[in-house]
Every structure is written in C-alpha cells, then in structure tokens.
C-alpha cells in the first residue's frame, strides 16, 4: 500500500470516528431531560459533524490531486468553555441524580469516545511525514482533548452525588 492509500485509509478511519461521536451525542442530546444537557450535547455532535466536513474535504483533496494542504486551523471554541462547576449540566440536574442513569453513562461513554479519539489522531499526526496532516490531526486531537476535559469535569462534580443517590456509593 503507498502513501496515498495509506493516508486515505486513516482518514477513512477518522471520519468513522467523528461519525459514531456524532451519533452517540445525538442520542445522548434526545435522551436527557436537563435543558443545559441537551444544548451542549447538541453542540458537540455540530462539532463531531464539522470534523467529518473538514475529514471529508481532506479525503477528497488526497484521492483527486494526491494533495492536501491544512492552513485553516480554526481557534477551539467550545459551549464546554465555562467557569461554572458544572459545564454540561444545569445546576437544578445535580438535585434529580437519583433518576440520572442515562446522563451518567453517557458522561461515561463520552469520555472513552474522546479518549479513544484523541489516541487515534496523536497515532495518525505520528504516520504522516506530511505536515499540514499532521498539523490537523493534531487540530483534532486538542478539540477532542477540549471535549475530554468538560466530560471529565462533569464527572467528578456529580459523582460523589451520584453514587449517595443510587445508593452505590463504593465506601
């Protein structure tokens, strides 16, 4: 396999990523009932479907020219930036955590999803010899990272509740 297909292959893999990303914020969007929950997982399957747009532009550029060129790295900018403790749920969502088993598991997944990506483009910016690739690998790899880092936040701030509620509070 030459280079060309090589890089196809890899980002034939990334856009599957950003795909299953995509649907599973999607249904983690349609499943909460906290109002704050459902616009930022909202926000983020509109940023897993603009890693596919940017994916799909470059599969396109490498399959037709054998070229690709990543000379618009866009500033991260997230609904997850926020100073409050808790950045994906409204602060009413902490009080109802006894019902709360879907959001939980869907901080959960989310955060395996985002680590699993951000493992996937620090390997694909590793193969590249090609530059601009690399540098939008990377790209990625920090947006996810901005992605890991709110679900994690959000984790920790409503865990020791959490487990208080349901009464599997591991100590």
């Known amino acids: 396999m030459d280079k060309k297909e090589q890089l196809l292959k890899v980002v034939k893999n990334a856009i599957r990523v950003e795909y299953d990303g995509y649907q599973f914020y999607r249904l983690a969007e349609e499943k909460t009932s906290d109002a704050k929950g459902k616009e930022v997982f909202a926000s983020l399957a509109k940023d897993e479907t603009n890693h596919m747009q940017i994916l799909k532009g470059l599969y396109q550029s490498v399959k037709e020219e054998g070229e690709f060129r990543f000379d618009e790295v866009k ?54 010899e090609k530059e601009d690739v690399k540098e939008l690998f990377n790209y990625l790899a920090a947006w996810e990272g901005e992605h890991l880092r709110a679900l994690v936040n959000q984790q920790k701030f409503l865990q020791e509740d959490y487990w208080t509620e349901a009464r599997f509070y591991p100590f």
């Open 75 to 128: 500033e991260i900018k997230s609904i997850l930036e926020t100073t409050s403790e808790s950045p994906i749920f409204s602060k009413e969502f902490k009080g109802r955590l006894d019902n709360s088993h879907f959001e939980m598991t869907a901080l959960s997944v989310g955060i395996l999803l985002e680590k699993n990506s951000i493992e996937f483009y620090k390997k694909s910016a590793q193969e590249t």
